[in-house]
């Protein structure tokens, strides 16, 4: 398996422009994570899914921030409007929940600048 | 908030030498995990140990956890230079499905 994917790698934007991350998870997984990793703020949970159903959005931010899972091999994370301070890099997990075992397995990021 | 604290937030050591850090949470947990993270890379996981364990170990990694004191302290012996890298720990509530992660511990291994 080649793990979990995510794209772009690096996407710079303009403040107000809409950004959108894209993620893989691992075949059979069945938990997918959205985090967000900042020097200040660490790494944050801000979303997760369980059978591409949203189990807990209490980590998003704002209203800015959406994320879909269509199916069990792609989610997205949107951010519209994208703003200066939502520079950070983003990160997918994905899991297998066997016996509450919880092992995350992380993508390579998304390093997000916004001017 | 139970997220883990790790200590030091930074540690410097030779090749050959014995590096260890430490976590703090706050609530009760169902596991502990440790993962690495490379510059400019995702998280890679390490080791987990749950809550009725006491000592783990996998390869040059040993992993301690202390319930009563809700802390967990993470060994690495014989370091290398390719050991160099962020260290988080991370638990798992009881009753709950996600991790949450500690600021992490950078640790420079030089050669």
């Known amino acids: 398996d080649a793990g979990v994917i995510q794209s772009p790698r690096h996407e710079v934007t303009e403040m107000g422009q809409e950004v959108t991350l894209r993620c893989k998870p691992i075949?059979?997984?069945?938990?997918l994570f959205w985090y967000r990793q900042t020097m200040m703020r660490g790494l944050e949970l801000l979303i997760y899914?369980?059978?591409?159903?949203?189990?807990?959005d209490s980590g998003m931010p704002e209203d800015r921030f959406s994320a879909k899972m269509p199916n069990a091999s792609f989610s997205t994370l949107k951010i519209q409007p994208s703003e200066p301070r939502d520079s950070a890099v983003y990160f997918c997990?994905?899991?297998?929940?066997?016996?509450?075992?919880?092992?995350?397995?992380f993508g390579p990021g998304t390093r997000l600048t916004v001017l | 908030s139970q997220q883990g604290e790790e200590d030091p937030q930074a540690l410097s050591i030779q090749e050959g030498e014995n590096a260890t850090m430490n976590c703090s949470y706050k609530?009760?947990?169902?596991?502990l995990q440790w993962y690495r993270q490379n510059s400019g890379r995702g998280l890679v996981h390490l080791i987990l140990?749950?809550?009725?364990?006491r000592e783990k170990h996998s390869g040059r990694l040993r992993v301690t956890l202390d319930t009563s004191k809700k802390s967990s302290s993470l060994l690495i012996t014989a370091s290398r230079a390719a050991d160099t890298a962020s260290y988080f720990c991370?638990?798992?509530?009881?009753?709950?499905?996600?991790?949450?992660f500690g600021k992490g511990t950078m640790l420079l291994v030089s050669p």
């Open positions: 997990a994905s899991s297998f929940a066997s016996g509450k075992r919880n092992e995350q397995f």
């Open positions: 075949s059979g997984h069945d938990y």
């Open positions: 899914f369980n059978n591409n159903v949203p189990i807990d």
């Open positions: 609530t009760s947990i169902n596991n």
């Open positions: 140990i749950r809550s009725n364990e």
């Open positions: 991370a638990t798992v509530a009881s009753g709950y499905s996600t991790l949450t």
